[in-house]
């Protein structure tokens, strides 16, 4: 998600859901929190099982079948369980209430429904009272709570989840109930009148209603009245009573129009007439103002070129207006509702009677005899005349006797659909459709929230067995499908096109979720038609099915959720080869070319040929630009705690990874996932407990000085952020699709019991605080074990089986396959040795990452500027980092150049540098220097130390002298030595046998 204005800180369908009990009322204490220093967690709860694709080569277990043993990782997700059991706060007065959590998620939406909110105080941030994004929260914690209950048996987390899952579905009701009912009519002035509930920003009720007279009312019209009692809720500025003219868009507002506001800035109405925008204006302001909740007699004239407008039928204001409504040409004529802008478009929060239409301008006395008696002077040059007396619904009838009949706009009277689920009303959807830009006075991402909220109720559904869950989300399919079903393909392209408003996370993918697990044909179809209709076939999709890299410059995390959708969509429709190829595609145009060395992308960037700079955080950055990225990114005025890496990115692309492994299970899949998870994402997490906070970061950022900032209640990180912890089992076993192989991808301490192939798995280890695990087979029968060969391992992976050792050959990037008849208590132990090396940006070799096996070692240093460091001065013929950098105490922490290097999976705040700059400046060889500049690199900006060391280790001094004869050869070849360069740098070589020798 993106902060423009500053969001960071604002700061199986089967037997089993049958046959699970109702959700029941969550009673204060019923439910206690697992003691601490259990020994052995309870039983999880059985799951569903998530729907389970034919396409799959690999597949997962259920969250249920693998619990965590003690680790980083199990502290880890223990501090989000202790938030997930105490947020609320569930104690009060000594009382405890485990609804409070509940409540406070449930607000909103009950303040939607129109229900009792039961004093709840709003979770504040994202999820303000009237905050456009109100309501994703809430679907994090479904999932939060299911993902808990899953993992640990734990009956407080079953408990809080139906609770939240009943108090929905009376919430989804209730909305239902009330879209079965016309639009009212109320109490007016005279007779009945219209209520319109006002600009859906800033007003929790609003529902973007407004009025449509037919075109062309105005068409030819040259003096005219118009004329209308309102009684105004607010008095908000801007306003409008009427709107005749083109709408435009954000990028090219209407410049043809003409209206009358009820409120400016100068304080009364204001009407005006342009035909070339905002500075062509013709306008009459009038110096009365209107009181809210008061009852005004509003009209505006135009006799030849004087137009008044009239309050209580008294003038306040008259000017020269030259222009007519003819001149106008072709309009959209709306009461109630702006034409523009459309990222800011007002909708008039009041209540509306005796809307007239004259075809003249009348006089003084006769607006002061209308505002007494609509009929004062008859209906001869009456063009319209909305009195708002007939029956409920949307048809506004026309009393003129012209037949100009009007329709009312909203959400009720059809527009709205049963199955409806929101914080807030329809009205961010309907703006969506009109290509509604976000803003802070805008729209968010009405898409996003629901995403949110129904993958929540699908995690209850699975992982939690709530039957209510499934149906409540089934019936929020439907309304989906029955909004985008009838919008065209060119404007649902357009609108997944719109920065952040177009944002839908991974409603596509839920869609596609709710076919795969739907029995009835003709719904599957329309849940799979619903999902294509997300497709972003503007730019991005083709873009990627045809492998062409577009992504500078576009949201990150708006983007890849959606290919973890084509994905899905694939898996139900697997002749759309297409939606798997965008995928694909997609992935490799971020893995390498824009991720930073612990596993995030995007971040701002400078200027550059064929684009601007870029200060918006989360976007893609030009593909390979990682140190200019960084750099760009120390600039003063970038915030040290942002700049990039949304830690919401990561999360979304770790589910891509682990989705495109099932259909591929190369193991490049699995090396990036454990980066991302072992650095950004368990990094995330702030080392203590907390009751009000879920102490998660919104960004990791890279770039030197850069800090973490823990929080972050309410926001999109903050969400996604209660999932990542809570799930950490998820991708540490996989079985093949035919069942004979075991894939041991992580490893992570847990437990995984395989009860269809009567097989449990202990897993003992402190990885990544050890190196070693060791693997216990419970159970009987031939099955084959693949061990995961990281990518990093430089050398010693071994293994032995009830301690003998297996001479097998591991290669890096590969798994190792164990085959073999188990018995009960049969044991692999794994020896996984870390090494130290370094990772290079891709586009400047000398900007540099330190890693130790797996962890990337950030320099502890709140210097804003690179730390420079140098290597090759300490080097032996094995080539091991290890002489340049010192091991600390603790597991992971080392020292160099006067810095500690602690592991980003340390949770603390301090500022780091996750790259340091590379600073070789002579060859030196140990304690010999030749004198010899090493500043001119290659064509691939490598230098000549670069090149000597790339090939240690060597077997001895001959060889490093060999490897220096033939690098100096060919530098000098190319002209970057001279031949008394190529002299000086081979005798300091044979010079330093002695001292390099390990």
Same mark, same amino acid.
């Given at each position: ?24 009322? $969550? ?27 034919? +396409? ?85 914690? $479904? ?221 003084? /006395? ?83 929230? $629901? ?12 992982? /939690? ?31 997944? +096109? ?32 619903? /999902? ?330 709140? +210097? ?124 300091? /070589? ?9």
């Amino acid at each position: 998600m993106n902060k423009d204005f500053s969001r960071r800180r604002v700061l199986r369908m089967g037997a089993l859901a049958a046959a699970a009990p109702a959700a029941l009322p $969550l009673l204060p204490g019923q439910a206690h929190a697992q003691p601490a220093g259990a020994a052995t967690p309870p039983s999880p709860a059985p799951s569903n099982g998530f729907p389970d694709p034919r +396409s799959w080569r690999v597949r997962p277990f259920d969250l249920g079948q693998v619990t965590l043993g003690d680790s980083v990782f199990r502290e880890k997700r223990d501090r989000l369980l202790h938030f997930a059991r105490e947020y609320g706060p569930s104690v009060v007065n000594g009382v405890r209430d485990d609804r409070r959590g509940p409540d406070r998620m449930l607000r909103s939406f009950r303040v939607n429904a129109g229900l009792d909110h039961k004093g709840a105080v709003p979770i504040g941030s994202w999820e303000s009272p009237d905050g456009n994004l109100r309501g994703h929260y809430t679907g994090h914690f $479904l999932t939060l709570l299911a993902q808990a209950y899953a993992s640990t048996g734990e009956q407080i987390f079953k408990d809080k989840l139906d609770y939240m899952v009943t108090a929905l579905g009376e919430c989804q009701d209730a909305l239902a109930a009330a879209a079965s009912r016309p639009t009212p009519r109320v109490t007016g002035r005279s007779g009945t009148a219209i209520r319109l509930t006002g600009t859906p920003n800033g007003h929790v009720t609003g529902d973007a209603d407004h009025i449509a007279a037919p075109a062309g009312v105005t068409t030819g019209l040259t003096d005219f009245t118009v004329a209308t009692w309102v009684n105004l809720a607010v008095r908000d500025a801007d306003a409008r009573i009427f709107d005749f003219g083109r709408p435009g868009d954000s990028a090219a507002d209407s410049t043809v129009r003409m209206y009358l506001s009820a409120h400016t800035s100068s304080g009364g109405p204001r009407f005006a007439i342009t035909t070339s925008g905002s500075a062509g204006e013709q306008r009459v302001d009038a110096t009365t103002q209107l009181a809210a909740n008061t009852w005004a007699h509003v009209a505006v004239t135009k006799a030849g070129n004087v137009g008044t407008v009239y309050v209580d039928g008294v003038a306040a204001g008259t000017g020269t207006i030259d222009l007519r409504p003819a001149d106008l040409g072709d309009t959209t004529n709306w009461i109630g509702r702006a034409q523009f802008p459309q990222a800011n478009i007002k909708f008039l929060n009041g209540t509306l009677d005796e809307f007239q239409i004259f075809g003249r301008a009348l006089t003084g /006395a006769e607006v002061a005899a209308v505002a007494q008696n609509a009929d004062a002077v008859g209906t001869t040059d009456l063009v319209v005349w909305y009195r708002f007396d007939e029956v409920p619904g949307k048809s506004i009838v026309d009393s003129s006797g012209r037949g100009n009949d009007g329709e009312f706009f909203g959400a009720t009277d059809g527009r709205r659909h049963a199955g409806f689920l929101s914080a807030y009303t329809e009205a961010q959807f309907i703006r969506l459709e009109e290509f509604t830009n976000y803003s802070g006075a805008g729209i968010w991402a009405p898409y996003y929230t $629901l995403h949110k909220i129904v993958r929540g109720l699908l995690d209850a559904y699975h992982l /939690a067995g709530s039957a209510r869950a499934l149906e409540i989300a089934r019936k929020a399919g439907d309304w989906v499908h029955s909004r985008l079903s009838v919008v065209d393909r060119e404007r649902l392209n357009r609108m997944w +096109s719109l920065h952040i408003a177009g944002e839908y996370g991974g409603m596509n993918e839920n869609m596609a979720h709710l076919a795969a697990i739907e029995n009835d044909p003709a719904r599957k179809d329309a849940y799979l038609e619903t /999902a294509k209709c997300f497709d972003n076939r503007r730019t991005v999709f083709p873009a990627a099915v045809e492998n062409r890299d577009v992504l500078r410059g576009i949201h990150v995390n708006q983007h890849v959720p959606q290919f973890i959708g084509y994905l899905r969509v694939f898996e139900q429709n697997p002749a759309g080869r297409e939606y798997f190829t965008a995928a694909e595609n997609f992935w490799h145009m971020v893995v390498p070319h824009r991720m930073f060395s612990h596993g995030s992308a995007g971040g701002q960037y400078a200027a550059g040929e064929g684009h601007p700079q870029n200060t918006n955080a989360e976007l893609f950055q030009p593909r390979d630009d990682i140190a200019g990225s960084l750099t760009y990114q120390m600039r003063p005025e970038t915030d040290s705690g942002s700049g990039g890496g949304e830690t919401c990115s990561t999360y979304n692309l770790l589910k891509l990874t682990r989705n495109l492994f099932f259909h591929d299970p190369d193991p490049a899949y699995m090396d990036y996932y454990e980066r991302g998870l072992l650095n950004h994402i368990l990094g995330s997490r702030q080392d203590e407990d907390s009751d009000s906070e879920p102490l998660v970061t919104y960004f990791l950022p890279a770039h030197p000085g850069a800090t973490r900032w823990f929080g972050n209640l309410g926001t999109c990180c903050g969400g996604t952020g209660l999932e990542n912890h809570t799930k950490y089992q998820d991708s540490i076993y996989f079985r093949s699709a035919d069942g004979k192989a075991l894939y041991v991808n992580l490893y992570i301490a847990s437990t995984l019991r395989w009860e269809e192939k009567g097989f449990t798995v202990s897993q003992e280890t402190d990885f990544p605080r050890a190196q070693t695990s060791t693997l216990t087979v419970t159970g009987r029968g031939r099955l084959e074990i693949k061990l995961r060969v990281p990518t990093w391992v430089r050398k010693g992976f071994a293994v032995t089986i009830n301690g003998v050792p297996q001479h097998v050959k591991a290669v890096p990037g590969t798994y190792l396959s164990v085959q073999r008849f188990w018995s009960p208590g049969d044991r692999i132990e794994i020896s996984v040795p870390f090494s130290l090396r370094v990772e290079r940006a891709l586009d400047d070799p000398t900007v540099q990452s330190l890693f130790n096996g797996p962890l990337v070692l950030p320099a502890l240093d709140n +210097s804003r500027t690179w730390r420079t460091f140098s290597f090759y001065r300490h080097l032996k013929l094995d080539g091991d980092l290890g002489a340049a950098v010192s091991p600390l105490g603790q597991p992971n922490f080392f020292s160099t150049h006067d810095h500690t290097l602690r592991p980003l999976y340390i949770g603390i705040d301090d500022a780091h540098h996750i790259y340091f700059k590379r600073v070789e400046p002579t060859v030196v060889f140990g304690s010999v220097d030749s004198g010899v500049s090493n500043e001119t690199v290659d064509d691939d900006g490598f230098s000549f130390l670069d090149r000597v060391w790339a090939a240690a280790p060597f077997a001895n001094h001959g060889r490093f002298v060999r490897r220096v004869r033939d690098v100096s050869g060919e530098w000098q070849a190319r002209g970057r030595f001279t031949r008394e360069d190529r002299r000086a740098v081979i005798a300091a /070589a044979e010079r330093a046998e002695d001292s390099l020798r390990p």
